[in-house]
C-alpha cells in the first residue's frame, strides 16, 4: 500500500531550526507534485510549499527564504529544513502528493488535490 510518512518534528525554540524527513513506501514519490501543508489547531490547512518534480517549488510568502525543500532520490524522500522559526510556525506539518504539476492556470493547486498525505508531524516553537 502506497504511503507517505513524516518525521523530524519537535519542540524548538523560537530561532532554531527543525528538518523534518517525508518517506514514500509503495510508490516513487519523485514522479510527482509533493506538497507541503501545516495546520493549527482551529485554522484551516495552508500550504507551505508545492514542489514540481522538476524542482520548481512555490513557497508560501510566510516561509520562503526560512523554509527549503531538497529531496533523495535513492532513499525516496524528501525534505523541508526549516530555520529562523517562529512561534507561529507551530502547527502539525504533512507531507502530500499528487499527479505532477503544481498549478492549474496559473493557480496554485489547493489541499484537495493532493491524493496522499502523511500522518502528520507535530512542530511547536515556544521559549
Known amino acids: 500500500q502506497a504511503q507517505l510518512v513524516e518525521s523530524g518534528g519537535g519542540l524548538v525554540q523560537p530561532g532554531g531550526s527543525l528538518r523534518l524527513s517525508c518517506t514514500a513506501s509503495g510508490y516513487f514519490i519523485h514522479y510527482d507534485a509533493i506538497g507541503w501543508f501545516r495546520q493549527a489547531p482551529g485554522k484551516e490547512r495552508e500550504r507551505v510549499s508545492c514542489?514540481?518534480?522538476?524542482?520548481?517549488?512555490y513557497y508560501s510568502d510566510s516561509v520562503k527564504g526560512r523554509f527549503t525543500f531538497s529531496r533523495d532520490t535513492a532513499t525516496n524522500t524528501v525534505f523541508l529544513q526549516m530555520n529562523s522559526l517562529k512561534p507561529e510556525d507551530t502547527a502539525v506539518y504533512y507531507c502530500?502528493?499528487?499527479?505532477?504539476?503544481?498549478?492549474?492556470?496559473?493557480?496554485?493547486?489547493?489541499?484537495?488535490?493532493?491524493?496522499?498525505w502523511g500522518q502528520g508531524t507535530q512542530v511547536t516553537v515556544s521559549s
Open positions: 502530500a502528493t499528487k499527479r505532477d504539476g503544481c498549478t492549474s492556470y496559473g493557480v496554485l493547486h489547493g489541499p484537495r488535490a493532493y491524493e496522499r
Open positions: 514542489t514540481t518534480s522538476t524542482d520548481n517549488t
